[in-house]
C-alpha cells in the first residue's frame, strides 16, 4: 500500500506520497506542493531536502556507513584499486578483466595534455591558487576537445570521462612542476594510475623518483576514500550547473571551485594550517578547543564535524591506519601527527564536541599523508579533486540520464522592500553617516 504524509494548512489536508529508498530511508515527495497547495518549503542549506534518487553511494551518518555502488568502501579500500573503484562508480559494476583492461588503456591512451595548453600554465603567476589553475584548465579541456556533447555514443561518452580522468591527474602534476619552475614530466604507459601521478610529480632530470609501492598503496586509498560522497557541496555544483545542460568539462569546473571552499575540500589545507599555528603556539591544543566552543568566535576545529556524520567518519579511521603506513616509511616523524592525536583525544572527551556530535572527518587525517607523500600545501585541495572525479562524473551521468530531469531552478521567500517608485537622481536626499 502506497505510504502517504498529512499536511493541513488552513483546515485542508493534502496527502503527499512517501517515497523509500533501498535501505530503508524515506522522503515526502512534495513536487506537487507548489501547484496543489502555493505553499513552497524552506531549508537553508537543504539539509532535510533530497535533491534526487540516486544509485550511486549510500551513506548512514548515524551508523558510520559508506558504501559505493553498495560495496563498503572499507573492503575497496583493503582490496581495490582507484582506477578499479572509478569503474565502478561510473558504470554501476566491477570491471571484468577485459574491461579493466580496456579502461587502462583508454586512461593510458588520454593522459597526454595538448602540447598548445602548456603556454596556459606558463602564464599564469607563479602564486597561483592550483585549484584555481586547475579549474580553469579543466574548462579549457573542452574547448581541445569538442566532441561531446554532439557526439554521445557510449564510446564517445567513455573517452570524455578518460580523458577527464586521466588528464586532470597529468595537469595537476603538471602545474605542481610549474610552480616549481621545473621541467614537465610527462605519463608513461608502464606506469599504473597512481605510480603515474607520483612519478610526474617528483621524478627529476636530477633526481630520478624510485616508485614506492607503500606510496601507491597509500595514494590508491586516498583517492578510493574521497571517489564519492553523494549530494555534497561540490557534487550538487556539478548537478547543478550540469542540469543546465552545459558540457560535463564546465560542470565539473564548478565542481572543482566548489571544492576549494575550506568548508569542504579546502578543509585538508585549513588542518594543516591550523595543526601548524597549534605547534607555532607551543603545541597545546587547549586554546584552539576553547575557541571552538565559544559561541562569539566564528573559529571552528578543522577536520571536525560533518553535515551527515553524527558519528566517526568511516573514511577517517581508514585514513588514520593508513597515516601509520605512509609515516613509518619517513626517517623523521610529524610533530603534527602527535599534535592531531592529542587534539582529538581531548576533542573526543570535550561535552561540547559530544553534544554537537563533532568527530574527526576524512580531512582531519589526510593533510598528515600527503604531508608524509611529499605534496605541498597549496595542492593538497587539488588532491581531493582528482580522487573527486569520478563520483562527480557518474552523478552528472546519471543526472543527464535522469527521466525525471529537471533545470534545478529553487525558490525562495522574499523579505525585500515592497513596491516604490523611482526616484528620479537630482529628488534624492544626501544620506549623513
Ligand atoms: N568546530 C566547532 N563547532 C562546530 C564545528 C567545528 N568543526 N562543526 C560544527 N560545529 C557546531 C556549529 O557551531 C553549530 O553549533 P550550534 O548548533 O551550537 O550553533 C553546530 O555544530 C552545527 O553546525 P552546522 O554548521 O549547522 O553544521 P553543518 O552540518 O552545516 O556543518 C561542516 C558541517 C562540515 C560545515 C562543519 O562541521 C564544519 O565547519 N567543519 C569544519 C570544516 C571541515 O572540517 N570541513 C570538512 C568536511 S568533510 C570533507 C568534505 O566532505 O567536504
Redesign the pocket.
Known sequence: MEQTAKLIIDGKTYELPIIEGTEGERAIDISALRRDTGLITMDP?Y?NTGSCESSITFMDGERGILRYRGIPVAQLAEHSSFRETSYLLINGELPTPDELNHFSVMLNDHSLVHEDMQHFFQNFPRRAHPMGILSSMVNAVRVFYPEIPEDTSQEAINITFSRLLSKVRTMAAMSYKYSKGHQVVYPSHRLSYCANFLNMMFDSPVKPYEIDEDMVRALNVFWILHAD?EQ??STSAVRLVGSARVNLYAAISAGICA?WG????G?NQ??VEMLQDIQDGGGDPAPFIAR??D?NDPF????????VYKTY?PRARIIKQVCDTVLSKLTYSDPLLDIAMQLEEVALKDP??ID?H?YP????YSGIILRAMGIPLNMFTVMFAIGRLPGWISQWKESVEDPHWKVHRPRQIYQGKTERDYVPMGERVTKVS
Do not use: I, Q, S, T
Open positions: 542549506g539539509p560522497h555534497n557541496c571544492l575550506k568548508f569542504h575540500g578543509a585549513a588542518v571552538a566552543r559561541r571552528r576545529l578543522m577536520g571536525f564535524g560533518h553535515r567518519d561540547y564536541f554537537h563533532l572527518n576524512l580531512d582531519f
